[in-house]
């Protein structure tokens, strides 16, 4: 393989990589916005916050990765991304600063407290369904033009991305509750494990949904899924899924499973986005551009590259450090703030 091909599949590998890494850590601490209707009391509530206190504003660096090693590694792609998904993308914006708003101030007021966690609610379900949005419409295919984006101001509202949107606020819930089994105990990780059950299936249901759609966006995704010899690689996907979902659900039911439906619940985000990257690759605007075709020239990739390949393991390094520190079961007599 040539080596600027090489290298500009790299980025793409490590882009993939921090989209991942940001879905599941910011994935779980908006899945507990979303929960947070299902715990009315304050002190319950004041538990969820503390439970990802510590943690939850550095999971956001690896959005801001995400979206700055589009920008520098594939402008063409960002160029054209970014006007195709400004709604989306802002309104994700936006609701992730009001949500990191409430998540502080909610702990300075007794009188606003309510309000503060309704803006949380708010936020974190809004930045969810914003974040499914962005990718069904990527997945569905965006117009372009030469070297530009040529569809509509409304082209990323669709029935399938609004339900690849509420297929993100189910996984972010099911990782909310998996979340909380592990840093709770009681009355809370009990109804954190019935919440898990809940989202479980919504999510299972959801990926079923979504997965019999998405080979019929685009003749070349029907190809890939379903014709050989993309098909020795797509038939195990379901074996894979149904296996863990099986797993989930028995871990679920033992009360000593307190780590096991949180890793098994990031599996199955893993094999859904090795079920996108089937679908896609290589592909960086689903049958318009690819990842070769978007890329800066090779000069500017081999400098960034050797960054990345230094900044990446120090985030992280610290990343792991953080939540190696802040490890085990948190109560309601001690807390981060």
């Known amino acids: ?10 980025w793409a590998f490590l882009l993939a990589l921090a989209v991942f890494i ?15 209707p299902f715990f009315p009391k304050e002190k319950d509530r004041d538990l969820l916050m503390n439970t990802v206190a510590p943690v939850w504003d550095g999971n956001e660096t690896w959005l801001v990765l995400g979206g700055g ?29 009001f949500r990191g708003v409430a998540f502080e101030f909610r702990w300075r007021t007794k009188r606003w407290k309510k309000y ?47 339900l690849t949107g509420l297929a993100v606020i189910a996984g ?20 954190a494990r019935k919440l898990a059950w809940g989202f479980g299936l919504a999510t299972i249901g959801f990926i079923a949904i979504v997965s019999l759609f998405t080979p019929y966006l685009e003749t070349e995704y029907y190809r890939r899924w379903f014709e050989m010899p993309g098909l020795f690689v797509t038939i195990p996907m379901p074996v894979i899924i149904a296996f863990i979902t099986f797993y989930l659900f028995k871990s679920l039911n033992i009360h000593h499973h307190e780590y096991r ?4 619940s ?25 990842i070769v075709e978007a890329a800066t020239p090779f000069i500017s990739q081999i400098f ?34």
């Open 1 to 10: 393989m040539d080596v600027s091909v090489w290298l500009a599949n790299s």
């Open 22 to 36: 940001y879905v599941v850590l910011d994935g779980f601490d908006l899945g507990l916005g979303v929960l947070y």
């Open 69 to 97: 090693g589009l920008f520098a590694a594939f402008p063409l792609a960002y160029g054209i991304i970014m006007p195709a998904l400004y709604v989306p993308i802002i309104a994700m914006l936006l609701a992730l600063i």
């Open 116 to 162: 503060w966690d309704m803006a949380f609610i708010g936020g974190s379900t809004l930045a969810a369904f914003s974040q499914g949005i962005a990718l069904g419409a990527l997945l569905q295919g965006i117009k372009v033009d030469g070297r530009a984006y040529s569809g509509g101001w409304w082209d990323w509202l669709s029935p399938f991305s609004f």
């Open 172 to 191: 972010y819930a099911l990782l909310g509750s998996t979340w909380l089994i592990m840093k709770t105990e009681g009355d809370v990780e009990s109804r």
């Open 261 to 264: 439906p949180f890793i098994l």
């Open 266 to 290: 990031i599996l199955l985000f893993a094999l859904c986005f090795i079920g996108l990257g089937i679908s896609m690759y290589p592909y960086i605007i689903p049958t318009e551009v690819t």
């Open 304 to 337: 960034m590259f050797v960054g990345a390949c230094v900044l990446i393991p120090i985030i992280l390094g610290y990343t792991i450090y953080a939540y190696w520190v802040f490890r085990g079961k948190v109560s309601h007599d001690e807390g981060y703030h």
